[in-house]
């Protein structure tokens, strides 16, 4: 790939992905596999005024060794010095930038019930640190090609031309064209007016139908909101946490949803492909689910914990994204999940909320925010989807038709 091609890329993900401000820290999470990319966006980064780029090399062949030889309780334990670097974290809130190539299979074949009930018990630490940065800081991932990766959607290429093939469909999907700045400048006003058209029409649920079976229908908070493309901290610096980001995503309100939803796409979830799957809804919770491939990891993973059976995210995306339009399956949800319309099992959003970023979980709770250790996206977009809603004075607009925006 042209050096200068990739040069503009790093710039975008420093300026409009993580938006690093003047004597700001920076994480940054990088793939091994690119270090002069890394080289790049590290320079980018520096150029924008970061006070200290801390770079953290990324290998996701290297995770399986961890799971197979830690004993679980290593694996569960938070160290103090991490617990030191969370604390640093919450405390100076440094941008964080996750620069991702990892193989789908890193994770293949390794004991993933270990894995999970590590992350269970991590979380209880973890988890206030993660959330007291929440909203606070801006981050921001974005992909490049990894060897491995690149050699699973192109399976029937060399190993160069994969990559290549990979870097171009990448820097397609992320606008990195004559001008990506201008191009994400566009791109997110599109999806902000979009957005605040959505809001502006009180709605109440949607109703999702296709000829798969799909028939399904969800609520939404009153006091929901839909979002897209840009978000803003707390202290009100605007970022692009995906790089690329189709959607306009809201959570929906816990407790209701009915109805049966069909996945459109396989579901890349820790090293396995659940293919073909189904999950019924009663008061929004799933009741029955079950998947033509791989069902027992889909089972575990609905039963996570309590809120992991609950909606966390309901996002619309035209299924003539530019995603969808490579034809591929990436493998990787930050791609995957742009190509067009899903849902996503777990936590919900608190941007997704009127004010949410000074609600506290309870209050976030009771406007029916759902809570879960996961948040996993899954496609259900159809070229024949049509959604309609229901707004809270009784109208009903239609919101997507043959699987695309109807307005
Ligand atoms: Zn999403």
Redesign the pocket.
Known sequence: MKVSRLRKYAKLIARMGANVQKGQDVYLYGSLEQPKFIEMVTEELYKLGARRVHVKWQYSEMEKYHVKYQAEDTMAAVETFEEEELKYMRDHLPARVFVDSSNPDALKGVNVGKMMSAQQKRAPIVKPYRDAMNGKHQWTIAAVPGKAWAKKVFPNERPAKAMELLWEAILQCARVDEDPIAAWEAHNQDVHDRCEYLNGLGLTELHYQASNGTDFTVGLMEEGVFAGAMETTKSGVTFNPNMPTE?C?TSPKRGVAEGIVYSSLPLSYQGDLIENFWLRFENGKVVEAHAEKNDERLQKMIAMDEGAAYLG?C?L?PFDSPINKTGLLFYNTLFD??ACC?F?LGRGFLECVQDGHHKTREELAACGLNDSMIHV?FMIGTADLSITGKCRDGREVEIFKNGTWAF
């Open positions: 959607e995503f995210e996002a995306v999940e742009n899903h996503a996206d």
